[in-house]
């Protein structure tokens, strides 16, 4: 039988021989600098799971109350504080290696970019904290511009241009992914040799189908997870292990 180790010089192997990878990430990358997931052991999901329905654009649009929620959560955000990890680190030295050629992550913390990833080389499938969007003109402008209006006492602060209704630049469930944004994490996922999804229960569609579309064009699947995920029987590897240090492992060897 294999041992992890085994696996990951496998891994590490095809990487350097892929003419292309492309990395997926969810918020399983991110736990270990302290932002839990939504569907882990520990996850804001798992422990409540009537925030899924909180969590819907419908909710957000409808009620003042979930609006005022939201941004009090927004300002108590704990990508506001933390650090990336070791394992966005290695993402990071992998790009460096000339072997990642693109990342896309369903991820809103902005981690990737902190640990030296070029944006350039990273797609936001479901947007980002950075900024804030006007519900009706499309007005947009930083969050922490918009966060100073709330700690000044404005709990729900309106669009400066419109009056309309404001919202963090990420995508709630129930609202469409931007078609050119999803068109290029598509074109990574069908362009590439290896796709390494981390973190993800891959259970978010559209980005979910991801790894379909990479396996249809032939590409190895690698899934760097610590449960189990709708595609582990379809991978050519599962690691098991923490991200971090899986990474850490993966990338030393490359
Ligand atoms: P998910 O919560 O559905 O799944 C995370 C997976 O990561 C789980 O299967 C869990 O077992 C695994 N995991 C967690 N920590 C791990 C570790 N240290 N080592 C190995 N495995 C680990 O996350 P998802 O698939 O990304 O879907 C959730 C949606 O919510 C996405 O859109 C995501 O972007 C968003 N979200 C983002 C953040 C963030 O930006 N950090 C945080 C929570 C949710």
């Known amino acids: 039988m294999k041992t992890e180790t085994d696996e990951i010089a ?31 052991p520990n996850g804001l ?12 654009i419908q909710h957000y649009m409808a009620s003042r109350e979930a609006r005022v929620d ?48 070029s944006a350039g080389k990273i797609i936001e499938i ?23 209006r709330v700690g000044a006492g404005e709990d729900d602060p309106p669009c400066t241009a419109c009056g309309g209704v404001l919202k963090s630049a990420t995508i709630s469930f129930g609202q469409p992914l931007v078609p050119e944004i999803l068109e290029r994490a598509q074109t990574a996922a069908s362009a590439c040799d290896v796709l390494l999804a981390i973190g993800t229960s891959l259970s978010v569609f559209p980005a979910a189908y991801l790894p379909q579309r990479a396996l249809q064009a032939g590409a190895r699947l690698v899934i760097v997870n610590a449960e189990p995920t709708r595609y582990d029987g379809r991978s050519h590897a599962v690691l ?4 971090s240090r899986t990474l850490a492992s993966l990338v030393a060897l490359v």
């Not at 999901?45 to 819907?56: E, F, L, S, V």
């Not at 479901?126 to 100073?148: N, Q, Y």
């Not at 098991?240 to 991200?243: A, S, V």
């Open 126 to 148: 479901h947007g980002t904290l950075r900024d804030v969007v006007c519900m009706s003109c499309g007005e947009r402008g930083p969050m922490e511009a918009a966060l100073e």
């Open 70 to 117: 939201a941004w009090r959560m927004r300002s108590e955000h704990p990508s506001r504080t933390v650090d990336p990890n070791a394992g966005h680190a290695a993402l990071a030295e992998l790009e460096r290696k000339g072997r990642l050629h693109t990342l896309i992550t369903q991820n809103i913390d902005s981690l990737h970019q902190r640990a030296g990833s």
């Open 10 to 40: 496998a891994v590490a192997e095809w990487l350097e021989q892929a003419g292309q990878v492309t990395a997926l990430t969810g918020a399983g990358i991110s736990t270990e600098s302290g932002i839990p997931d939504f569907r882990g």
């Open 240 to 243: 098991r292990g923490p991200i």
């Open 45 to 56: 999901w798992t422990k409540d799971p009537a925030a899924q329905g909180r969590a819907t």
